[in-house]
């Protein structure tokens, strides 16, 4: 995450994997496309939309970063009941400069208590987990773990929530698997190996990063899927995804190396999982705007969002994977500027129709600059579709907020049920200069028919008791 939450943060509107079973031999059982108690940390039903933001200056120590948790409720996110959570209240060692607190934040009952646990990364190799209860997230007795891009999953398919997370700079990846102590110690470790091999992987440089975790093969285990990168030219450019397949003593076992449907690697930026095509396995949704080689440039076949269907081999033998370029047929025939299309991908069921949809941005217009933009796509039997899609702006009726196009309207999105009505709502990050009146996050509620964006809730940096931070503010969403 950048300097995220909704203004300088990340917001975490953990949006829980599409998860199933086998109930008879040829049919994995139904779940729901998304599921909401993944962020769940009071109990009450409602999901919980997390805000982080770790470029915040806390106590004087620039870019320490803290996490707002807004509280569901029967009409969303209710800016009244939140609680905002730097490392210094955990009272495991003062909030370092650069820290980043939050920067990678998720939703998960590690303890299996019932209740949804805050799980924040810290530095490069520090992991936070803060304990949810009756009256949400407390700071006290908080645990400290060590690890890097950290992911929950039930992964052995006992029903207890486990983390899976890799080691500083190395492809040794570690599943501690749960439930865990209130000491933040697991029932027992696996180790994984999660190195790239082969093909255009020949430098010690590269890297694995645990991305996702949903029951891509239905069987009653969460998978993970773990993208590959390699390094060049300053940074990391994904260039694979690869599938570890749940397995009953948690040894996750490689599988399927994603594939296109012209047979060459699958990959893109922060993958997601969700049953898109309602058929009980989770399928798993990235997005590639842009990559870095050299000077940042569209990848080959432009700017797109890529799916593959989950199936019992990884991937489906009945839809082959897609890929929606800016090209794609959207209403109002927009154009879209360098490097945009396809960034912060996001998937919930906005409709209650059982089908995940997708969320992602891109900044269109006919100008040098750019209007920026959020497109919705729906899910169908047919899997991910153009057909409904809506695009939301500034420009949007209903939608309040500054024309400014320097603010950066879709900065993030996320996707999730916190009113409780089965509709997920869609959350829309911005970057802007901080000033506490602009908004930095709008909420458009999910409904029967869809977004209703002329009911469009807006936070702005005093609403969610967000420190202001001097400079430009990105703001987004965690998982």
Not at 75 to 91: A, C, E, F, M, S
Not at 124 to 150: D, E, I, Q, Y
Not at 420 to 447: F, K, M, Y
């Amino acid at each position: 995450m950048r300097k995220c939450a909704f203004a300088c943060l990340g917001i975490l509107l953990t949006v829980a994997t599409a998860c199933s079973g086998r109930s008879t031999a040829d049919k994995p059982k139904q779940r729901p496309a998304v599921a909401s108690s993944a962020s769940d940390f009071n109990g009450d039903g409602y999901s919980d939309l997390v805000v982080t933001d770790p470029g915040t200056t806390v106590q004087g120590v620039h870019d320490a970063g803290e996490v707002v948790v807004v509280y569901g409720s029967v009409k969303g996110p209710d800016t009244t009941q939140r609680k905002v959570i730097d490392q210094n209240d955990l009272g495991l060692g003062k909030a370092g400069q650069g820290g980043g607190f939050g920067a990678h934040s998720l939703g998960a009952d590690l303890d299996s208590d019932g209740y949804a646990d805050l799980v924040a990364t810290a530095g490069r190799k520090s992991l936070f987990v803060v304990w949810g209860g009756k009256r949400g997230l407390s700071g006290s007795g908080a645990a400290r773990l060590t690890g890097m891009s950290p992911v929950a999953g039930d992964f052995n398919g006992d029903g207890y929530t486990d983390l899976a997370s890799t080691d500083t700079d190395t492809d040794v990846g570690t599943l501690a698997l749960g439930p865990f102590t209130r000491a933040g110690k697991p029932e027992r470790t696996v180790r994984l190996d999660l190195a790239p091999q082969g093909a255009p992987f020949m430098s010690g440089d590269d890297i694995a990063t645990p991305s996702a975790a949903g029951d891509v093969t239905g069987d009653d285990r969460d998978d993970l899927v773990v993208t590959w990168s390699m390094y060049g030219d300053g940074d990391y450019t994904p260039r694979a995804t690869v599938l570890y397949q749940g397995a009953a003593d948690g040894r996750l076992t490689k599988g399927p190396r994603l594939k296109d449907a012209q047979g060459k690697d699958l990959y893109g930026q922060t993958p997601v999982t969700a049953d898109l095509d309602k058929d009980g396995y989770a399928d798993i949704v990235m997005g590639l705007a842009c990559e870095m080689l050299g000077d940042p440039t569209p990848p080959e076949g432009g700017s797109r969002v890529e799916v593959s269907y989950g199936g019992p081999t990884g991937q489906s033998t009945r839809l082959t994977p897609v890929r929606i370029t800016e090209q794609a047929a959207l209403p109002g025939s927009p154009k879209f500027t360098y490097c945009t299309f396809g960034h912060a991908v996001s998937a919930g069921d906005t409709n209650g129709d059982g089908y995940a949809d997708v969320a992602f941005s891109g900044q269109v217009g006919t100008d040098a600059v750019g209007r920026p933009t959020v497109i919705l796509l729906l899910g169908s039997a047919k899997g991910l579709t153009t057909q409904g899609a809506r695009l939301f702006s500034q420009l949007t009726p209903g939608i309040p907020g500054s024309d400014d196009i320097e603010v950066g309207f879709g900065n993030e999105t996320a996707l999730l049920d916190t009113g409780r009505d089965h509709s997920a709502e869609l959350a829309i990050g911005s970057s802007s200069s901080p000033g506490g009146t602009d908004p930095i996050v709008w909420v458009l509620p999910g409904s029967a028919r869809g977004i209703s964006a002329p009911h469009t809730v807006t936070f702005d940096q005093d609403a969610l008791g967000i420190a202001l931070t001097a400079g430009r503010g990105s703001y987004g969403f965690g998982r």
